[in-house]
């Protein structure tokens, strides 16, 4: 016999009256998430008077995000987001949800990746064609800005123009650090007059603004073979309707900010995790001239790159999205636990990929775990970086696409070094941010 959650899931520790264990989430979320598998498999997390229950473990993943995926809907996080992302792919739900994905998917398929990686590379070589030996550079800026030009170039296809690309480059930052912060807070800050929601609406307004420009200069050009001219003109097998204007710009924005801040994020921790680990360098560099002989990596090398692809995996896993949400839409049971309708279900990638049960020194920087013989070790669900389930990320090949060739060729001509007594810090945003992460320059032979 199951019983109410209240009865039997642990509750997490330094919980105070009305706020819960709001304080904590919001001043140390990284930390906070990482100390829930402590207290639990399943534990309670209390955002105001809301309860969250929080998995720890790699089954109870898979439960939630696959196997019982069905008994789910996006959670609060994720509701939390419509201010921006509207009905999205990544907010949206059930048939919507499946609607949208299989309009989406054909410019996601691996058949179109030697394309997209023509028009990374373009804005790879533009970018280190701009540097300069003993430039001191924000590496975390030089990233973000490289990719919101990607995405928008191979999504759009068009010259955004300086004031579209100026806005874009100015909502995504704002937008990533406050949009955590919101999914974080009671429900009864949602419509107060505190910094943290104006910064997110007034910046989301500009985004929403910027996205109708495009749309309606795309309406009156050529087609292009694009994404945005794909949806303008897509009709949906079953019932032969057309996206409306404000759907195509929910799903623009979803792919603009998810392409651009995820991928810009992962990619600034990989080069600062190269200038602390020597050794991991100069094995990229050996696998670098090993199958490139000098030469620019293409999409056809990928596979080749073994141990570019083990180190990027790796900082995946050091730097993960840290939080995620589902609302039960029916009574699940969960670790023995009866979970009500309408009960949202927590669960931190960040948390679970640096599980010391799972990963032997989980702060270790070691692309190493991730040779066959090791990683095959893992359980079920322990390394999830694109999630898992019906709302795994349909953006997968492209981020690795991108990733690869960006680790391919910056580090095929740059070597960068800290900047002597900065310390870095990772910050709680849609995947954890470096605050700040000035870096110089110096060319490779």
């Known amino acids: 016999m199951t019983t109410s959650p209240t009865d039997t899931a642990r509750v997490a520790p330094h919980r105070l009256p009305v706020v819960g264990h709001a304080l904590p989430l919001v001043r140390e979320t990284l930390p906070f998430l990482r100390s829930l598998h402590a207290a639990g498999d399943l534990v309670r997390v209390d955002i105001g008077p809301l309860p969250v229950y929080f998995v720890t473990t790699p089954d109870l993943f898979h439960q939630v995000l696959v196997t019982d995926g069905h008994s789910f809907a996006r959670g609060r996080f994720f509701a939390r987001t419509r201010r921006l992302l509207g009905d999205g792919l990544a907010t949206s739900d059930g048939e919507n949800h499946h609607r949208q994905r299989r309009l989406m998917q054909p410019l ?3 058949s179109r990746m030697p394309f997209y990686a023509s028009v990374i590379t373009r804005h ?7 540097w300069r030996p003993g430039q001191e550079v924000r590496v975390e800026k030089e990233m973000m800005n490289m990719a919101i030009g990607i995405i928008a170039d191979a999504m759009i296809s068009c010259d955004l123009g300086p004031a579209a690309a100026a806005e874009i480059r100015h909502c995504m930052p704002v937008l990533d650090r406050t949009i955590v912060m919101r999914a974080l807070m009671p429900r009864w800050l949602d419509n107060m007059p505190i910094p943290v929601n104006r910064q997110f609406d007034a910046t989301a307004d500009r985004m929403r603004r910027t996205t109708d420009r495009l749309i309606a200069e ?6 292009h073979d694009d994404l945005l001219s794909w949806l303008l003109t897509a009709h949906d097998s079953t019932t032969g309707e057309r996206m409306s204007d404000t759907q195509v710009r929910d799903e623009i924005t979803t792919i603009l900010g998810a392409g651009s801040v995820t991928t810009a994020h992962t990619m600034a921790w990989m080069f600062h995790e190269l200038a602390c680990n020597p050794e991991a360098e100069r094995r990229l560099h050996a696998e670098l001239a090993d199958v490139l002989g000098g030469r620019p990596a293409t999409y056809a090398d990928i596979p080749d790159l073994e141990y570019t692809g083990r180190l990027i995996q790796e900082v995946q896993r050091l730097y993960s999205p840290p939080l995620g949400t589902r609302r039960a839409l029916t009574p ?12 949202e279900v927590g669960f931190s990638l960040y948390a679970l990929h640096r ?8 702060d270790r920087f070691d692309p190493d775990r991730w040779l066959p013989e090791r ?13 898992a389930g019906y709302h795994r990320c349909i953006g997968e090949f492209f981020a690795k696409t991108e990733m690869a060739l960006t680790a391919a060729h910056i580090a095929a001509h740059w070597r960068l070094r800290p900047v002597p007594g900065h310390t870095v810090r990772p910050v709680a945003a849609l995947v954890p941010r470096p605050d700040s992460l000035p870096m110089s320059l110096a060319t490779r032979d």
């Open 108 to 110: 996601f398929h691996q």
């Open 332 to 343: 699940v049971e969960i670790d023995g636990v009866r979970i009500p309708t309408d009960t």
């Open 355 to 362: 599980d010391p049960r799972l990963y032997a020194e989980p």
């Open 375 to 387: 990683s095959r070790q893992l359980p079920r669900g322990a390394f999830i970086p694109f999630a």
């Open 124 to 130: 790879l070589q533009a970018l280190t064609d701009s």
């Open 218 to 223: 795309h309406h009156s050009a050529d087609a």
